[in-house]
């Protein structure tokens, strides 16, 4: 616990779950969940009468999730396999979706962001948090990538690409002064309108 205490404190948690606007009964996403850690302070966050889904690619890491949420007395938190191109998620269904240092890794980005945009409500939110280089940031997104990094700027052309809107983004959201590396942050929204049904998984 000590150690969840240090990781909350370095990365934010506390401000991040108040981006997302959360609260009890709050339904929200964690894509590229691995074993839960934002899982897990999303469910306490959105309490018992909430929906977290966990969503990850790998059904391994997700049997250890389902593990901990039992043990842990969180029964708000359910494991979804999803596709390397589709969280499948039900269309309107979300409040707010997270992905953190896992966006990066998404070969299908476009079409992940497609079917985010489908499962949030109108207004819901989506947040990305990502590393980033200062010397690379300008460099072609493949070589970014590469090194497990995508630059601020990226991020927000492609969630405007995709149709949300950018309300809040903050370049050096997590510094870490051991590894010299930055976190940026940049949350949108869904703009309000008619609902749209979820994108054919390509």
């Known amino acids: 616990r000590l150690g969840a205490e240090e990781r909350e404190r370095r990365e934010r948690v506390g401000e991040v779950l108040r981006l997302l606007s959360l609260g009890p009964g709050s339904r929200v996403a964690d894509v590229g969940s691995g074993l839960g850690f934002y899982t897990v302070a999303l ?3 959105v309490g018992e009468t909430g929906r977290v889904f966990a969503v990850d690619i790998d059904e391994a890491v997700l049997a250890e999730l389902r593990r ?3 043990d842990g007395r969180l029964p708000q938190i359910e494991a979804v396999l999803g596709a390397p191109n589709d969280p499948r998620l039900a269309p309107g269904s979300l409040d707010a979706a997270l ?3 896992s966006y990066h890794e998404m070969p299908s980005h476009r079409s ?3 079917h985010l945009r489908a499962a949030l409500r109108p207004g819901g939110r989506l947040m990305l948090i990502e590393p980033y280089s200062e010397e690379r940031r300008r460099e072609p997104r493949e070589e970014q990538v590469k090194r497990h990094q995508i630059a601020p700027d990226l991020l927000e052309a492609e969630l405007r690409e995709a149709g949300f809107q ?3 983004r903050t370049d050096a959201f997590v510094q870490n002064p051991e590894g010299g590396g930055l976190e940026s942050l940049v949350l949108a929204a869904r703009p309000a309108g008619a609902a749209r049904t979820a994108p054919k998984a390509k």
């Open 43 to 45: 469910a306490r966050t």
């Open 99 to 101: 992905i953190v240092n």
């Open 68 to 70: 901990r949420a039992s």
């Open 166 to 168: 950018i309300v809040q």
């Open 112 to 114: 992940i962001l497609e």
